[in-house]
């Protein structure tokens, strides 16, 4: 005699049930993601964001006809700077984090001392707005600028003078950056969809290279190896190898609208050693952040922010993140560094580094190796017994486990839960069991079923099962809801609900019918 069959698992599941999607967070989205973002307002279009290369890494954002210095730990307002007559458009620091510099849309750009907020130098030659402006990363001595007059300047701040006016470009030139490896060269972005690399040692003023990107350049960033350069424009991001020639490497088309700003970010390591994993973050008026790994060329992580965005910078020290907006919100992520908390209890013990002494490896002669807790983790190679967790059933489950079918399908039709009804219409119809309990249900539990009949034999996920329930029930009770009006009230509105069901379906067929897939059949349509 054959056993009654019993499912394996408990508790029933619906298998009609779609399964969500599960996507596992890789171990460079939790550290981008670990930046606890915090917003700081009350600030006008941020076209600028610039870290001081020197500790503690403050940062300036230019706003409006002012520079504000915020502090990287702290993240409030340290300083700032209001000495301009017009709208602020880039600052920079100096590399000893003493000076920096502003450009203006007036055309002025001036030096300040950051703990005076006294400006030191003007420089006035530009005729135009000036759109950026950058110290040379090991020069304390030079300035470069460029502006709307499509020209770019070599400065002499000591001497408020221009070394070098270099003609080449044919639009606004609206971004620039200087080489990390030598002083004399930079590379700057213009309107006219070109990028030129300059060298102050050649004695023209022509540019020694030359790429196109084919868009409106809004920026461009030399790479920490400074044999490459990332420029943005339009909705891309591209690299190209300035060794070889201003040969394009890479292109990133991930953003939907116009990329705004990109700077280079580092991924820190809590053990505090130097990580050379480097990224290109890049942000848009699309309102995403992303960040590029070059290296593999792909997209690793994105975050969606409530603002199309300007400007974006990321700190030396790899702690802090900050975007500026154009509705004048900062959105400024922190992060913890576990090994400063360390050094500094270190530093105020003055005891020095204490290295923690080594444990020995446990092996299975080890007396110890038997005698371990149940808090201890296992080595890499273990086998572990796993005890298998008690499960929580509910009612429904208690009763198929004990082949009470029909108070199985009661109990479960009074929960009010689709998913569970339908896993044990599922389970009880794999038993052969569904329609006998049908047959044995008295007139208030048919009521139960005739209303989650009506209720749910509709939705597409379940109505391949229950629209042929609903058959089968009619048949098989007929007398008995002839008999009840209850039951005849509950039949008129499954109708109502199949008649509507069926009047939706046909008007989308007309729908499909009119606007078929082949734009020759469009035609015979209209």
């Known amino acids: 005699m054959a056993e009654p069959h019993q499912s394996k698992t408990f508790p029933v599941k619906p298998k009609l049930k779609p ?49 504000s210095i915020y502090s990287s730990q702290t993240l409030s307002v340290s300083s700032t700077i209001s000495s301009f007559s017009d709208v602020v458009s880039c600052a920079s620091f100096r590399n000893d984090g003493r000076l920096i510099a502003a450009s203006e849309i007036s055309g002025l750009v001036q030096v300040f001392d950051l703990k005076s907020r ?9 005729t135009r707005p000036v759109r950026f402006v950058q110290y040379p990363v090991l020069d304390k001595l030079h300035l470069i600028s460029g502006g709307d007059d499509a020209l770019v300047k070599y400065w002499d701040v000591a001497g408020e003078t221009t070394l070098l006016d270099l003609q080449g470009h044919k639009d606004y030139v609206r971004c620039g950056d200087c080489s990390p490896v030598n002083m004399e060269m930079f590379v700057t972005g213009s309107y006219d969809h070109t990028v030129k690399l300059w060298d102050v ?11 196109n990107h084919g868009k409106p ?46 700077c280079v970010g580092r991924i820190g390591k809590d053990s505090g050693e130097e990580s050379k994993q480097y990224r290109i973050l890049s942000v848009g008026l699309d309102g995403y952040m992303k960040v590029f790994d070059y290296a593999k060329l792909k997209v690793t992580h994105s975050m969606r922010f409530p603002a199309p965005l300007l400007s974006v910078g ?94 199985a399908l009661v109990s479960v039709l009074g929960s009010k839960n689709p998913e569970n009804v339908v896993a044990v219409m599922e389970e009880l119809i794999a038993r052969k069991k569904l329609l006998k309990c049908v047959s044995n249900l008295d007139v208030e539990e048919l009521e139960l079923l005739l209303m989650f009949l009506h209720k749910y034999s509709t939705i597409p996920r379940f109505s391949s099962l229950l629209m042929g329930l609903t058959k089968r029930v009619l048949e098989m009770r007929a007398d008995d809801i002839r008999t009840s009006d209850a039951l005849k009230g509950h039949i008129r509105n499954l109708k109502r609900s199949v008649e509507e069901e069926i009047r939706i379906q046909h008007s989308l067929q007309e729908i499909q019918v009119c606007f078929p897939g082949d734009e020759y059949e469009s035609k015979f349509c209209s």
Not at 201 to 211: A, D, Q
């Open 19 to 67: 399964k969500p999607r599960t996507s596992k967070q890789t171990p460079e989205s939790k550290y981008w993601s670990s930046f606890k973002t915090q917003q700081i307002p009350n600030l006008i279009s941020v076209p600028s964001l610039t870290f001081s290369p020197s500790p503690p890494y403050s940062f300036a954002a230019a706003h409006s006809a002012s520079i």
């Open 118 to 126: 006294t400006p030191l130098r003007r420089l006035r030659s530009h």
């Open 201 to 211: 040692r050649v004695t023209n003023t022509n540019s020694v290279m030359e790429v």
């Open 217 to 262: 350049v809004e920026d461009v960033i030399f790479l920490p190896s400074g044999g490459l350069i990332a420029t943005a424009g339009g909705n891309s991001v591209k690299i190209w190898d300035m060794i070889g020639g201003g040969k394009l490497v890479f292109s990133m088309e991930s953003h939907n609208k116009t990329v705004t700003s990109i």
């Open 314 to 407: 990321f700190s030396p020290d790899c702690s802090t993140r900050v975007i500026g907006t154009s509705n004048g919100i900062l959105f400024a992520g922190k992060r913890k560094i576990k090994e400063n908390v360390e050094n500094e209890s270190n530093d105020f013990l003055a005891l020095g580094s204490v290295e923690a002494p080594e444990r020995r490896v446990l092996k299975p002669s080890y007396f110890r190796y038997f005698r371990r807790g149940q808090g201890d983790k296992p080595s890499e190679g273990d086998y572990l017994v796993m005890r298998p967790k008690k499960m929580k059933l509910a009612e429904h489950d208690k009763l198929l486990k004990r082949f009470r079918h029909r108070e």
